[in-house]
């Protein structure tokens, strides 16, 4: 009988130009990291550190070996080589160290994780999720390195305390400054017109102003919230379901965020593997580790709505409130030191989440609202003459 012929190997349809580019580029892209994860484990005297960076730096060189395969099918060209801007990363770290080169590692990474995205492909293999992880583990080798870390977590917006406060802050905030100047405006506006006239439409254009935008405020922190709840959600529900299907995996990537932490490697293997033996603290502390993120606190849309709208109200009403006492200039001058008091507050207030100095923080948001302020009194005056 006569040999069969071996069965002929499916041919891979040819790439169009934009698709090969796109995967060319990724190829490029981890041929880089791979270098550039070489060159810092080379200049990392921690064994541990150097352990952690050789083993993501063959990650990525597997990564490389997907791209490469996909235009080695398609007869494409696949020869590639670290680039100029890698080569000169890869020098700094042999020359400064590798910790001095670390935060450009980190934000490389965090490039390739937006990389990624939509891109079927990529997604399909799990590829954005791995790269992330890298992410977060260089996060964790440049916080116990010393270095600064900004893919670091911020608690207080994180939180649905951290998120209520935050709209409440700013709704003051945007309250007071919008009805200052609506005021401000019709104040200008009205000022030809007869006393009790200029009174009844300063007050009713400040409640206007005060009601329709705290509904709006909370419309939006509202959607806003329960937009962001949704996509946190969804991030838990991707990490439970690469949980049940790629279990050793996770295992990998929350021991390699612990050895990154300093845990010694043996025990960071052990700690994972015991973590991920319970479902539910595995997803607790996946979601903590690798995303960042509090199950238990992902934000009330609710809290934010009601937060921002008592907010915006207790805003607007400081440069309305003394309309119900006061007619006319003297009104408009309480009005306009009360506010410009309130504004100084607000600003001051603001520092302690921008860090800023208190006086400067303040004097900024006085110098603004009054400016913006004092040109719209300037044009209702305008705007009221032409009318007039």
């Known amino acids: ?123 399909a293999l799990g590829l954005p999720r791995q790269e992330h992880s890298h992410a977060v583990v260089f996060s964790k080798l440049a916080e116990s390195g010393g270095g600064a870390s900004p893919a670091k977590p911020e608690a207080w917006h994180r939180t649905s305390r951290g998120g209520n406060l935050r709209a409440a802050i700013f709704g003051v905030n945007d309250g007071l400054l919008s009805n200052f100047c609506l005021i401000m405006g019709m104040a200008g506006g009205t000022a030809s017109a007869g006393a009790a006239t200029e009174h009844q439409m300063v007050l009713l254009a400040g409640f206007a102003g005060m009601i329709s935008g705290a509904f709006s405020m909370a419309a939006g922190e509202y959607v806003s919230v329960r937009s962001q709840r949704e996509l946190f959600e969804r991030e838990i529900e991707k990490e439970g379901e690469e949980l049940q299907s790629s279990p050793e995996e996770e295992a990998k990537e929350l021991e390699l965020i612990y050895r990154a932490k300093g845990i010694p490697k043996e025990q960071a293997s052990e700690l994972a593997r015991s973590i991920l033996a319970n479902h539910d603290s595995a997803l607790d502390t996946l979601a903590r580790e690798e995303l960042g993120l509090d199950p238990s606190e992902l934000g009330s849309p609710w809290g934010a709505a009601l937060s921002s709208f008592g907010a915006f109200v207790l805003g607007a009403l400081v440069p309305l409130a003394p309309f119900f006492f006061v007619h006319g200039k003297s009104g408009v001058l309480i009005s306009a030191a009360v506010s410009g008091a309130s504004l100084f507050a607000v600003g001051a207030v603001l520092s302690i989440f921008t860090g800023k100095s208190f006086w400067k923080s303040g004097t900024r948001m006085l110098l603004v609202g009054s400016g913006v302020a004092a040109l719209t009194h300037l044009l209702g005056r305008l705007a009221g003459v032409a009318v007039g």
Do not use: C
């Open 1 to 123: 009988m006569a040999d069969q012929a071996a069965p002929e190997k499916p041919k891979v349809p040819k790439l169009d130009a934009k698709e090969a580019e796109r995967i060319r580029r990724n190829l490029q892209d981890e041929i880089d990291g791979a270098a550039l994860y070489d060159a810092l484990a080379e200049a990392e005297a921690d064994p541990e550190r150097k352990s952690i960076l050789s083993e993501l730096a063959g990650v990525e060189r597997s990564h490389a070996a997907v791209w490469a395969e996909k235009l080695r099918d398609a007869g494409e060209e696949t020869k590639a080589s670290p680039s100029a801007r890698t080569r000169l990363f890869a020098f700094l770290a042999r020359r400064l160290g590798a910790r001095a080169v670390m935060p450009v590692a980190q934000a490389l990474e965090a490039n390739a994780t937006d990389g990624y995205r939509g891109q079927k492909d990529a997604e």
